[in-house]
């Protein structure tokens, strides 16, 4: 944190600080809540890796299993789509379902064994309440929190000069230039303009893509089979 602040200024000829969190220099608080405003909206930018966690959980015998922040307790922000899945029974949650749905199986005297769910008020429903024996769940999600301290350890936000950060550094100081400079009402766009292109770049290459394939969605399984080397084989 320290150093991304000292290169700031370094850069747009302002006193260097020795310290930010507890600094009383008004300039180096305002520096210190623009990188705070920055982090909140870079974790909502895109479903980077760094910031990608799983919960793992024990099901309750009824059907209100608790907030979503209890669940997923490391700055839960939103789960990711068909993450959901029971491991006890090897099988997916079905799910979510929305409001309609949910009183429809609600209504029926049997929607079925099989668990669904649905969130609600932030917190996780499943219908059919689970009995014995209870499962493990799991799922993905995001979180809103992007520092760590010096063991790599994540924080809900910084707290100390030596705080590390999960997003790299130059496009955080590229963000932060920017954002500066329209507060300040100097010219910004440039900065604004790397700062982007930067941030997409990192986005494109965040995560080892998918092959797209509209024809076959998901890639298949390698099953069983001989296989036989190109050029491997007698005339």
Known sequence: VLSVIQAHCRIHAL???????????????????????????????????????????????????GAMSDLAPNGYSFAYFETFYDRTLRRPLYG??????????????????????RIRGDHLLINPAPTAPLSTIAFEYASSWCVTDTGGNLKAGITTDTDLFVIPERIIRKGLAFRWKQIKGLPYQADEQQYYNLLNNYIARDKVKTR????????????????????????
């Open 15 to 65: 006193n260097i600080p020795t310290g930010v969190v507890g600094s009383a220099d008004t300039g180096v608080q305002q520096l210190f809540g623009i990188l705070n405003e920055l982090l909140e909206e870079l974790v909502d930018e895109s479903k980077f890796n760094v910031i990608t966690q799983e919960a793992v959980f024990v099901v309750t015998a009824q059907e209100d299993q």
């Open 96 to 117: 979510p379902l929305d409001e309609t749905e949910w009183q429809q199986i609600k209504a029926l005297p049997n929607p079925g064994p099989f668990y669904k769910f």
């Open 212 to 235: 797209i394939d509209v024809a076959n969605p998901r890639q298949p399984d390698i099953k069983p089979g001989i296989f036989v080397p190109s050029g491997n084989w007698m005339k």
